[in-house]
């Protein structure tokens, strides 16, 4: 049994950051990959970021330059450093986490006004 949360979404700015947090419920190091998905409405959820077990990260040309992931293997914990936030980025957050099989937090809600 996995469980992730999500943290730290809210209501921003064009133009300022946000700073998601993905607690996982066992150590982060024991998944193959790990990432940060959104989907706004109408939309297909799509792939932020995403952080290999080897360091490796993966962004996606919307986010590029603006976007930073991070972990914490001690405090398991995944980060989604979000700067220079535009109205596009507007969409509900999802941690994911892949072993054998995915595993998905809650999502959090992510709104940059104009």
């Known amino acids: 049994q996995v469980q992730l949360v999500e943290s730290g979404g809210g209501l921003v700015q064009a133009g300022g950051s946000l700073r998601l947090s993905c607690a996982a419920s066992?150590?982060?190091?024991?998944?193959?990959?790990m990432g940060w998905w959104r989907q706004a409405p109408g939309k297909e959820r799509e792939l932020v970021a995403r952080?290999?077990?080897?360091?490796?990260?993966i962004y996606a040309d919307s986010v590029k330059g603006r976007f930073t992931i991070s972990r914490d293997n001690a405090k398991n914990t995944v980060y989604l450093q979000m700067n220079s936030l535009k109205p596009e980025d507007t969409a509900v957050y999802y941690c994911?986490?892949?072993?054998?099989?995915?595993?998905w937090g809650q999502g959090t809600q992510v709104t940059v006004s104009s």
């Open positions: 952080i290999h077990n080897g360091g490796s990260t």
């Open positions: 066992r150590t982060i190091f024991s998944f193959n990959r």
């Open positions: 994911n986490a892949q072993t054998m099989t995915d595993y």
